[in-house]
């Protein structure tokens, strides 16, 4: 059984930054793309990030593109989120998952509890 520890999450002003990591227990961490998510309240989980099995490649949601860097230590199992000049529209929970490469849903059933991003205007 996968599991997926969020952590990082914060209370932030805008404009701010923060840095999310995600540890994940699978063996085969190596051989995934992994993604970021968030789901804001009232809303439905949506993509955010995503990055190759190499750690090179990598695409992100429009909505955060040039503010949003994810990366990858496949020695320690976990994927970060580095986040800049953050908006009150970035709350929310973040997880992390598997990804099929291009793909924008999580590819493991299990999710983690995931961390919470509050953004002050």
């Known amino acids: 059984q996968v599991q997926l520890v969020e952590s990082g999450g914060g209370l932030v002003q805008a404009g701010g930054s923060l840095r999310l990591s995600c540890a994940a227990s699978?063996?085969?961490?190596?051989?995934?793309?992994m993604g970021w998510f968030r789901q804001a309240p009232g809303k439905e989980r949506e993509f955010v990030a995503a990055i190759h099995w190499n750690g090179i490649s990598t695409y992100y949601a429009d909505s955060v593109k040039g503010r949003f860097t994810i990366s990858r230590d496949n020695a320690e199992n976990t994927v970060y989120l580095q986040m800049n000049r953050l908006k009150p529209e970035d709350t929310a929970v973040y997880y992390c998952?598997?990804?099929?490469?291009?793909?924008?849903?999580?590819?493991?059933?299990?999710w983690g509890r995931g961390t919470l991003v509050t953004v002050s205007s």
């Open positions: 699978a063996p085969t961490f190596s051989s995934y793309a």
């Open positions: 998952n598997a990804v099929n490469w291009l793909g924008r849903s999580g590819l493991w059933g299990a």
